[in-house]
C-alpha cells in the first residue's frame, strides 16, 4: 500500500466515513439533497435478482475497496499519460474535488456524487451544499481544495456523520487502507470516474439516455472494469463495496 494514500502527512485529517447508506445519506441530507434521494446497499455488480432490490435510477456509485500494490501501479500509470486537470466554471463537464484533506476520501465521493447530473438539480436552494458548490463552480482545482479544506459547515457535517456508524469509527489520524472513488452520469451523458487522488476526473465512455450507472455498460465501464484490473494483477484481496445514489421511495 502506498505510504501516504490520499493526502500530505501534515494536512488536517477527518475521522473516516463508513461506508454505510445510512451514514452516508445522513450526511448529504445535512448538507442540502432532500430526503428524495439518499443511498442504498449494492450487494451484486452480477446477479439480476440482487441488483433489482437497488431503486433505478442509479444516479452516482461509491465503490470502497482496499489500496493495494496494483492499484497504485496502475493509477500512476494512468495518470503519468494525462496533464492536470485545470478545469472550472459553468461549462466544465463535471465537477470534480481534489483531494487536500487526510481520510477524507468518503466525503470526497460523496461530493462527486451529488454534485454532478441529476442529483444537483434536486439541491435544496439555500442549503450549505447549495452555496458551497456554487463557491466552488469558478474556482480552479486548487482553489476549490482549498474551499473544501477551510469549510466549517462540511467539517461540521462531516464529525456528525462520522460518529453514527454501525462499528467503531478509527481516529482521525490512523492510517486507513480502504479508498473511495465514484462513479457519475454527468449532465453530458458520460460516465466519470472521480477520484481526489487522481489528476481529474476520468471519462470512462458516453451511456445513452436510458442508462444510469448500473446499467450492463456502465457497470462494464466502471466497476467491473475496475475489479477486474485488479483481479488479473493476482491480487488476493478483492474485498469492495458498492452503494448507489438513487430515489428514496417510501
Known amino acids: 500500500m502506498a505510504e501516504d494514500p490520499d493526502a500530505p502527512s501534515n494536512n488536517k485529517a477527518f475521522v473516516p466515513l463508513e461506508n454505510n447508506p ?6 448529504v441530507h445535512q448538507l442540502g439533497l432532500p430526503p428524495t434521494l439518499g ?8 446477479e439480476p435478482d440482487l441488483l433489482a ?18 492499484y497504485e501501479e496502475a493509477r500512476i500509470a ?7 486537470y485545470t478545469g472550472s466554471g459553468p461549462d466544465e463537464p463535471v465537477m470534480w474535488f481534489k483531494q487536500t484533506i487526510r481520510n477524507a476520501c468518503g466525503l470526497i465521493g460523496l461530493l462527486h456524487a451529488v454534485s454532478n ?22 474556482l480552479d482545482p486548487v482553489a476549490r481544495a482549498d ?7 462540511l467539517e461540521s457535517a462531516h464529525a456528525d456523520a462520522a460518529k453514527r456508524g454501525d462499528t467503531a469509527a478509527p481516529q482521525a489520524e490512523d492510517n486507513v487502507d480502504l479508498h473511495f472513488v465514484a462513479f457519475v452520469k454527468g ?29 450492463e455498460k456502465a457497470l462494464e465501464l466502471g466497476p467491473r472494469r475496475f475489479l477486474r484490473k485488479e483481479a488479473e494483477a493476482g491480487e488476493g484481496d478483492l474485498r469492495f463495496s458498492l452503494v448507489s445514489l438513487g430515489p428514496v421511495f417510501e
Request: charged letters at 35%.
Open 22 to 27: 445510512e451514514v452516508m445519506s445522513h450526511l
Open 39 to 46: 443511498f442504498t446497499d449494492v450487494y451484486s455488480i452480477d
Open 53 to 70: 432490490f437497488v431503486p433505478r435510477p442509479s444516479h452516482a456509485l461509491l465503490l470502497v475497496f482496499p489500496v493495494s500494490k496494483a
Open 78 to 84: 494512468e495518470d503519468s499519460a494525462i496533464p492536470e
Open 117 to 138: 447530473g441529476e442529483p444537483r438539480k434536486h439541491i435544496l436552494p439555500g442549503s450549505d451544499l447549495d452555496k458551497l458548490l456554487r463557491d466552488a463552480e469558478p
Open 147 to 153: 474551499l473544501l479544506y477551510e469549510s466549517k459547515a
Open 187 to 215: 449532465a453530458d451523458g458520460r460516465l466519470w470516474e472521480l477520484d481526489g487522488r487522481r489528476k481529474g476526473p476520468l471519462e470512462r465512455g458516453r451511456l445513452a439516455d436510458d442508462e444510469d450507472v448500473l446499467s
